[in-house]
């Protein structure tokens, strides 16, 4: 949702995050409100800053039947994102979609094709991705990828998922999509069952995903999503375990924090 999405994204820039996220959950209007918020807050800190002009990318989530409105939400943004997600999940196709597989699989190609009028940085997500069938899943990942998706985020939505099988999930998938080279691989987890962190570590670890969505607190629907800090930390603290870097500015996590919790 949005309704705090201008202080998170504030937080969010000035820990150094070099994807900035929000969704579109308001009526029109109130949304392109909020995301020109976004945009200004944004450039006004990348300036203060000495930040290049397109940094950090303004990621937009939505709807695959709704890609219009994401566009014209980021209109004014110099770098920004379309984020495209559908259910894939036999129980969300069947209940929430009351959609067929392939019909599911033909929004999602479409989707990002129609995305790629308005950007090249589009990012595409199987919405409850960890009760997909992988059959279903590496079908419509190979073909939203050939129709310019340039990253695959799974998305554990329902928070089901536990570390090992999640981030085997992910490595299944990375192997067996034939054009999966083509996309950055990412993580999307909810703390429904107090694993998020666990569950998105194990995505890179295992899975070998490159981009981890996270927020500042762990804010977000039900328990929350995967903690922004917690994440950094772990992978700051424990290279040795992971090999790997975030370019976060650590001292900024404790004031963006109190930032969004004020």
Partial sequence: AIER????????????????????????????????????????????????????VLHLGIGCHDISRAAEALEKARN???????????LHMEKKLRMTPDQVFEQA????????????????????????????????????????????NIADTVGYAVPEAFGKLVLTLRERVPNSDKAVWSVHCHNDLGMAVANSLAGVTIGGARQVECTINGLGERAGNTSLEEIVMAVRTRRDVFGLDVGVDTTQIVPASRLVSG
């Fill in 109 to 152: 190609r479409l989707a990002v094709r129609f995305a790629r009028r308005f950007t090249d940085n589009i990012e595409f997500s199987p919405e409850d991705g960890s009760r997909s069938d992988p059959d279903f899943l590496c079908r419509v990942l190979e073909a939203v990828i050939a129709e310019g998706a340039t990253t695959i």
């Fill in 5 to 56: 999405a201008e202080d998170r994204s504030h937080g969010q820039a000035a820990v150094g995050q070099a994807v900035v996220g929000s969704r579109i959950g308001r009526p029109k209007r109130q949304a392109h409100d909020s995301i020109g918020m976004l945009i200004r807050e944004l450039r006004g800190h990348g300036a203060a800053q000495g930040m290049a002009a397109d940094d950090p």
């Fill in 80 to 90: 920004p994102r379309i984020h495209a997600f559908i259910a894939t999940s036999p």
